[in-house]
């Protein structure tokens, strides 16, 4: 009467068991096939990427097309390109306050010595109709006359010792002057490293605005009248027209200097497939199908589509242009693990 209770009991903690222990089963097998797996995932970049050096010392990896396809690998073929040849500079955009001041002593001069000069004249013309001017008053009328004709050679005498003779010159100075006080125009001054030199003028400059790949052309005005202090390099001054690219005065800018003379030759290198490392830049450029040999690039010439690069890489070659960053890594990794 008591045994069928008792009977049912253990029937169903046999059951609650066998359940229990199934369940184990199932997960460690799972969890097992899930770690595999995972492992295989790893190996899938790794397991067949082998790096090597190349005759020139560059790194030379090799990874299968299955690898190429896990990490979103993708080449571009690189197409001939030409370039104007420059020099590298840099400067600033400069304060207009200093050259307002001078043409406007400039400006006063002149106004001082055409008063005078009239007074001049009309003293000189009583004087010779015997009217009521003496030869004293003529004096001091001519004498007057001779101040300000000093005056006004010494104003123009300092605003081309400070500014130089093209800017002094300009058709219309007193608007040009406007157009800097405004910021519609600015003036940007650039200089060459120290031991640099242009043996003929450049023709223009392409300036590189901060924080941006950014250009904006600035037309050639004249050699710097002075050497700058800290540089002591030769200086050049150029005009921009600022509406495109809100220059202020004080602003530090680099900026390229086109110069007369045959064109470069070379390619242009998209942003995205330059990987920097230990201060230096480099590629990926595809060898074979499954080889990729890193280079080293020299980052010399900025422009709104990436870097115009005269060495290193050539027209035709076939450069990773997605996951380059991700084959940097991956052979750092198989370094460290050969270390290990």
């Known amino acids: 009467m ?40 790893d190996q899938a970049v790794t397991a067949e990427l082998k790096v090597k050096g190349g005759t020139n010392g560059e790194a030379v990896v090799n990874l299968d097309l299955n690898a190429q396809k896990l990490i979103g690998l993708q080449t571009a073929t690189l197409a001939a390109s030409t370039q104007a040849p420059e020099m ?7 304060d207009p306050a200093p050259l307002v001041a001078l043409v406007s002593d400039m400006a006063s001069a002149h106004a001082e010595l055409d008063s005078s000069s009239k007074e001049y004249q009309r003293v000189k013309g009583l004087f010779a109709q015997g009217e009521n001017a003496s030869a004293r008053a003529l004096e001091t009328a001519e004498a007057a006359m001779k101040r300000d ?13 400070a500014w130089g003779k093209a800017l002094a010159g300009q058709p219309d100075l007193p608007a040009f002057i406007q157009s800097l006080v405004k ?33 904006v052309e600035a037309r050639f005005l ?13 200086g050049f001054l150029f005009v921009v027209t600022n509406a495109p690219a809100g220059l202020t005065p004080g602003l530090a800018l680099t900026g390229f ?26 590629v ?41 960053q991700a084959l940097l890594s991956e052979e750092r990794k198989s370094q460290i693990k050969l270390e290990d």
Request: a negative charge; aromatic letters at 6%; zero cysteines.
């Open 2 to 41: 008591f045994h069928r209770p008792v009977m049912k009991t253990k029937i169903l903690l046999s059951l609650v068991i066998v359940v229990a222990a199934a369940a184990l089963i199932y997960g460690y097998e799972r969890m097992s096939k899930e770690r595999t797996a995972a492992a295989e995932g």
């Open 88 to 94: 590298k500079g840099y400067g600033r955009v400069l």
């Open 149 to 161: 004709q000093i005056a006004v050679k010494t104003a123009e005498a300092q605003l081309v010792a």
């Open 183 to 215: 910021l519609e125009n600015v003036l940007v001054r650039l200089d060459l490293p120290s031991g640099d030199s242009l043996k003929e003028t450049p023709t223009g400059a392409r300036l590189l605005l901060p924080g941006t790949a950014q250009s």
């Open 222 to 234: 004249e050699w710097a009248a002075t050497a700058d202090p800290l540089v002591q390099g030769e």
């Open 257 to 282: 200097l086109q110069v007369p003379g045959e064109p470069l030759h070379g390619v242009i290198v998209p942003d995205a497939a330059v990987v920097r490392s230990a201060g230096r830049a480099w």
């Open 284 to 324: 990926y450029v595809q060898t074979s199908e499954t080889t990729f040999e890193r280079r080293d690039i020299a980052l010399d010439h900025p422009g709104a589509d990436g870097w115009f690069v005269t060495s290193g890489v050539a027209p035709d070659d076939r450069l990773v242009v997605t996951g380059a």
